[in-house]
T-cell receptor, first 117, second 112 residues
Framework: NAGVTQTPKFQVLKTGQSMTLQCAQD?????MSWYRQDPGMGLRLIHY???????DQGEVPNGYNVSRSTTEDFPLRLLSAAPSQTSVYFC????????????????FGNGTRLTVT | QKEVEQDPGPLSVPEGAIVSLNCTYS??????FMWYRQYSRKGPELLMY????GNKEDGRFTAQVDKSSKYISLFIRDSQPSDSATYLC????????????FGQGTELSVKP
């Protein structure tokens, strides 16, 4: 039972490069989301999806694109990396986006550590 | 001002101590309150969940919510070295659990 799998674990980019952070879940969860975690800032929501074909912006969406063509996958794209995007990125999923608590807790991956130089 | 404020610590206590972790919030629409635990180099995992004012107990952990003061707490009794982790409070309005707002996280170290 893999849960939420994120690849790669580590990545170094130069300013202006593009890349895609991969996220896959095998729990048949409808809801998926991307967070970034920075020191002193906690976790901040970037984009989320309540099902295949449906995405929406979170708190800090600028500089990131997402798409959801299947239930299992929710990739995050950085079109032109900037040093301000240096962070740890977490993908999360849940059965639904309604409760967020014990009946539909968020399951997190182990993160992708991104450095932009 | 952030919607959710949490003392980042770090907090260091001896084994067996009672630990109190706290968050304040400003949005009165928040109805669901959670505590996540995050070990180093791992993703957060749900520890406690509550949606009403008062106390909820689960083993050595007690979650407390005071909606009138917009204040939530997590108490850990008989703390163990294995409790060493970062603890994040999280909350959301009714039926919007997918858009959790997290506190900054408190780093806890329990010394043997």
């Amino acid at each position: 039972n893999a849960g939420v799998t994120q690849t790669p674990k580590f990545q170094v980019l130069k300013t202006g490069q593009s890349m895609t952070l991969q996220c896959a879940q095998d729990m048949n969860h409808e809801y998926m989301s991307w967070y970034r975690q920075d020191p002193g800032m906690g976790l901040r929501l970037i984009h989320y999806s309540v099902g295949a074909g449906i995405t929406d912006q979170g708190e800090v969406p600028n500089g990131y694109n997402v798409s959801r063509s299947t239930t299992e996958d929710f990739p995050l794209r950085l079109l032109s990396a900037a040093p301000s995007q240096t962070s740890v990125y977490f993908c999360a999923s849940s059965y639904s986006g309604a409760g967020g608590g014990y009946n539909s807790p968020l399951h997190f991956g182990n993160g992708t550590r991104l450095t932009v130089t | 001002q952030k919607e959710v404020e949490q003392d980042p610590g770090p907090l260091s206590v001896p084994e067996g101590a009672i630990v109190s972790l706290n968050c304040t919030y400003s949005n009165s629409a928040f109805q669901y309150f959670m505590w996540y635990r995050q070990y180093s180099r791992k993703g957060p995992e749900l520890l406690m969940y509550t949606y009403s004012s008062g106390n909820k107990e689960d083993g050595r952990f007690t979650a407390q919510v005071d909606k009138s003061s917009k204040y939530i707490s997590l108490f850990i009794r008989d703390s163990q070295p294995s409790d060493s982790a970062t603890y994040l409070c999280a909350m959301c309005p009714y039926n919007q659990g997918g858009k959790l707002i997290f506190g900054q996280g408190t780093e806890l170290s329990v010394k043997p």
